[in-house]
């Protein structure tokens, strides 16, 4: 089944009210709201968006609060707030009797629940498309920035911290966050690492409590932290286990390479620091300065740890790949004193003990995957339940938080489902992150 599609209309900024549904389709980087779609709330949001400079932006009547401006014609609605159809208008001043009203048939249980199944798998459908949207806006930014960081370095400087601030902005503009999977738009593997280690960098720092500047600083520092492979041989891009030890020192010298680009742009003294320490161990056992935990910057140790758990989860030989949870496990079992503990501890909080990505049985004995992890309350993430009876398109994600009785047993390597689970689930990507407001109503029901 189709999702249904929102009609809207296009609308002069100077005719917008309170109460209308709007769509802004100038970027996300470049409004100040959370999200690009919203009802307007206050005056202000329109005083906002008449200062974007655009002219004109597309409306939702359905979805909104507002009577129709004054110099549109006027429409007949589609839907009512519920979703449920309203029949065709007729031509008579009189409202419809009793008679008439009794003549339409009532909606059956069944028909009720499958229009509200198809509500919320609409929301749902609606929410990882902008969310998908957000991620390719940003990695391609990214992945521009660094292309002319050669060429035009103080260019380059303007647009990662453009980058960094729209993203902290959007961060410290939700009351809480979801750590949400992405199965589209991963772009190529460079781009793919730079922007999961600036996202989960960066919402490790929101969660520690850094202030805004170092966030942008460490958003900056953790999108380049790579930049100095620019100056590398493709093949010496991604370290391999075969390379020799001269070819391990001539990798180990990205990190040095990338402190002078990072000079040439101009970049601040904390967004250096992170480029320059991405590499470092808490106990001294790092690269190039084996600095001591103590040496390094907050931000810097931030960056270290998400940069060690992508290249686990994602290494060059996709064949490698560990699961989120396995990472994990490998941090925390290995990895307690190459990284400074309090924030690894905090880094297990915020990912769960089975992050976004992970292929999990339940309880109940049923597969599912993780794809979303609410920051503040990560012991219960979303999780698509695998259900063979219907396509994965039209199955609801749903809180293992509102499910009474249900838990994780265990994680599973994608590997170990039973074949029509794995073939249902489809393609296991390398795991991308991105980040969305944690949604505060309209949750899928307790029970898939």
């Not at 008449?50 to 129709?68: C, F, I, K, N, Y």
Request: aromatic letters at 4%; charged letters at 25%.
């Amino acid at each position: 089944m189709r999702a249904v599609a929102i009609d809207t209309e296009s609308i002069e900024v100077h005719a917008l009210r309170v109460g209308m549904f709007v769509h802004l389709d100038v970027g996300w980087m470049s409004h100040p709201f959370p999200l690009s779609s919203f009802r307007i709330a206050t005056p202000a949001q329109i005083d906002t968006i008449r200062s974007l400079g655009v002219a004109r932006v597309r409306w939702s009547p359905e979805q909104s609060d507002a009577a129709t401006p004054e110099h549109a014609a006027p429409e007949l609605p589609e839907a009512e707030e519920d979703g449920q159809p309203l029949a065709p208008a007729q031509a008579t001043d009189a409202a419809p009797g009793p008679a008439a009203a009794a003549s339409e048939p009532a909606l059956s249980a069944d028909d009720t629940a499958r229009a509200e199944h198809r509500r919320l798998l609409d929301a749902q459908n609606a929410a990882l498309r902008l969310c998908e949207r957000q991620y390719a806006e940003a990695a391609r930014e990214c992945k521009q920035t660094i292309e002319i960081i050669e060429q035009r370095p103080h260019d380059a400087k303007d647009r990662i911290e453009a980058l960094s601030g729209a993203l902290v902005e959007k961060m410290l503009d939700a009351d809480e966050v979801c750590i949400r999977m992405l199965v589209e738009g991963a772009a190529d593997r460079a781009s793919m690492h730079a922007m999961n280690v600036g996202i989960v960098s960066l919402l490790m720092g929101r969660m520690l409590g850094l202030p805004e500047d170092e966030l942008r600083d460490l958003g900056c520092g953790a999108m380049l932290h790579d930049i100095g492979k620019l100056d590398l041989p493709l093949r010496m891009r991604w370290r391999d286990e075969s390379f020799s030890p001269s070819e391990v020192r001539v990798w180990e010298e990205h990190v040095e390479l990338g402190v002078a680009h990072a000079r040439r742009m101009g970049l601040s003294a904390g967004a250096t620091a992170v480029i320059a320490q991405h590499h470092e161990h808490a106990d001294a056992t790092g690269f190039p300065q084996r600095l001591d935990g103590d040496q390094m910057s907050l931000p810097g140790r931030v960056c270290a740890l998400v940069n060690a758990y992508d290249n686990l989860c994602n290494p060059r030989l996709p064949s490698a790949a560990l699961t989120p949870h396995e990472a994990l496990s490998l941090l925390f079992a290995q990895g307690r004193s190459r990284f400074d503990a309090p924030i690894l501890a905090s880094f297990i909080r915020m990912m769960g003990v089975y992050p976004p990505g992970s292929t999990v049985q339940l309880t109940d004995d049923r597969y599912a995957q993780v794809v979303s992890v609410n920051a503040s309350r990560p012991l219960k993430p979303s999780v698509v339940v695998v259900d063979l009876r219907a396509p994965r398109a039209e199955t609801l994600v749903v809180d293992l938080e509102r499910m009474q009785g249900v838990g994780i047993r265990r994680s599973l390597k994608p590997q170990q489902l039973p074949p029509p689970a794995l073939e249902w689930l489809g393609p296991m990507p390398r795991t991308c992150y991105f980040f969305e407001p944690a949604p505060a109503t309209g949750r899928p029901p307790e029970s898939p």
